[in-house]
């Protein structure tokens, strides 16, 4: 038991999501506004420090210096690891209806 109510009427599968994720992945990143799971500081990903010189892109807090993302990328795909992220706010792309 997963304590997840089991109603088939409210449950889609994962494509339910595209939408809203696609609107996510086409602002610009730069603006988004990190809060940072170690320190709870928000700051626009373009304040953070980036260390691009490691096998992943590895950003950290620009106030406690704790990583908060990491991104790679290679033959097999692109992965986004972001556990030091509490939460990642961004404003909606020009012309988005919301």
Known sequence: MTGVPETGDRRLDGNAAGGVLREVFAVDPTTAVSTCAHCGRPAPLGEHLVYADAPALV??????MQVVLRC???AAGLRLEM???RLLRMTPAEGASG
């Not at 950003?59 to 406690?64: Q, W």
């Open 83 to 85: 556990t030091g992220v």
């Open 72 to 74: 790679a990328s290679d």
């Open 59 to 64: 950003v950290r807090c620009p106030g406690c």
